[in-house]
């Protein structure tokens, strides 16, 4: 059900005209949506009252950057007087309710967002398809019999559908980055840092990255420059790296409509960094199923059996198969994490960002997300993942509304390459 969508500035412009009349524009829009899709995308929503002192003291520094601008917050991050519940049937019931505001939730704030609610995920962040045992599938927003991606998904939805400009997501192995291709969205993610620890409910500590997603590229551009510390890079042309072969499971149609992307940037091919690319990063996704489950097992540890009855019995496998892995199978890991990030720090002393597929496919029904499209999924976004590299996510459109996306991943977190490839791309 996407409606005509409002930009950041559309919001501002009547968030300061008129506080009352955004917050009932807001939930006029929330209304139009069909209570089983509300309980699919959204875990929690403020009050009226809540909402319109929120745009209400937007309106007393309009000089702010996002000043009248609604937010969503994935599920993870803590807002208080909202529960966070990772969309699990129980989290609250083994950690307190927040009492503290997520480090990401208050940079936002601080520039004039206004909190508008929390977004449903996969249970506890752990998957890329949107799928929840809980609280139901998070419909595609253009084609509901299919996933929105995740875990990222109410934010995913949201967005698109126009109910705010902006929500965070999370992106541990592509939760950012797949939801935002399949649903024709701009996505950015960091590194693991203060944004993704801080009031941030953890899959996994040492792999988490924080972020956001919107409908626009300026509208994009526009919360980088607000909220993100900005650090120059050289004022010479940025060179990119094309390593879109490197996925050979990619239709001719996204091939073609990827072109005139990568051409507007500048990326060239080098056959021999996509060798190293295949050679020293094709274990990176048996490094990260190690490496990750054991970092996800410890958040978990105090109850993952004495609760096991209430995980959804795939995330519960994914957690309880870090206690099985071999030493032979951790040094493999560890081996793999270490060539890994060999590669991308040799590659980035000669480019600055480096062009990658973020899925191999459009959006598919929960139908077809079997186990091996999912590790061919994970083959594409775990080298970013266990190199710890922040990317951000372009959409491309396909035919008939289908879209996908390109991950464009970049060496240091708060760089300025983002805002120079979103210049490039107009």
């Not at 001719?252 to 072109?259: A, G, V």
């Not at 000669?350 to 496919?361: E, G, K, M």
């Not at 499209?373 to 959409?395: C, D, K, M, Y």
Request: hydrophobic letters at 35%; aromatic letters at 10%; a negative charge.
């Amino acid at each position: 059900m996407p409606s005509q969508t409002k930009t950041i500035r559309d919001w501002q412009e009547l968030a300061l005209e008129s506080p009352e009349r955004a917050t009932r524009t807001y939930f006029e829009q929330i209304s139009n949506i069909p209570q089983d899709t509300q309980r699919r995308v959204f875990a929690s929503l403020p009050s009226f009252e809540e909402l319109l002192g929120g745009f209400e003291k937007a309106g007393s520094y309009p000089r702010a950057a996002l000043a009248g601008a609604p937010y969503l917050l994935k599920d993870l991050y803590d807002y208080p007087g909202f529960p966070t519940t990772a969309s699990s049937s129980f989290l609250p019931e083994v950690r307190p309710d927040p009492r503290e505001e997520a480090a990401l939730s208050i940079a936002l704030r601080s520039q004039g967002a206004v909190f508008a609610g929390k977004t449903h995920l996969n249970e506890f962040a752990y998957g890329l398809s949107g799928e929840n045992l809980s609280y139901g599938d998070c419909p595609h927003p253009l084609f509901p019999e299919r996933l929105s991606g995740g875990s990222s998904s109410g934010s995913a939805w949201a967005v698109k559908c126009g109910i705010a400009p902006v929500a965070t997501g999370t992106d541990t192995a592509g939760s950012i980055r797949v939801p935002a291709a399949w649903c024709g969205l701009w996505g950015i993610r960091f590194a693991p840092d203060e944004w993704s620890s801080k009031g941030c409910f953890p899959l996994a500590p040492k792999f988490d990255t924080a972020g956001w997603m919107t409908a626009t590229g300026q509208d994009m551009e526009q919360v980088i420059r607000a909220i993100v510390p900005l650090e120059s890079t050289p004022s010479r042309p940025l060179r990119g790296l094309n390593l879109i072969d490197a996925i050979p499971k990619l239709s001719p149609m996204f091939r073609s409509r990827c072109s005139d992307t990568i051409s507007k940037m500048g990326a060239e091919k080098d056959e021999e960094a996509l060798a190293a690319y295949l050679s020293e990063t094709s274990d990176s996704p048996f490094s990260y199923a190690v490496l990750q489950s054991q970092d996800a097992f410890e958040v978990h540890r105090l109850w993952i059996d004495e609760y096991r009855d209430r995980y959804d019995p795939v995330v519960w496998q994914r957690l309880d198969r870090a206690r099985h892995w071999s030493e032979a199978e951790n040094e493999r890991a560890l081996k793999a994490e270490r060539s890994t990030k060999r590669f991308f720090a040799r590659c980035f002393e000669s480019y600055d960002y480096i062009v990658l597929p973020a899925t191999q496919s459009p959006a598919i029904p929960a139908a077809e997300h079997t186990d091996r499209f999912r590790n061919e999924l994970l083959a594409i976004t775990a080298p970013a993942s266990v190199g710890r590299v922040p990317a951000l996510t372009i959409p491309i459109g396909l035919e008939n509304g289908e879209t996908q996306g390109l991950q464009l991943l970049f060496r240091a977190p708060y760089s300025d390459v983002p805002l120079r490839l979103l210049e490039a791309l107009g």
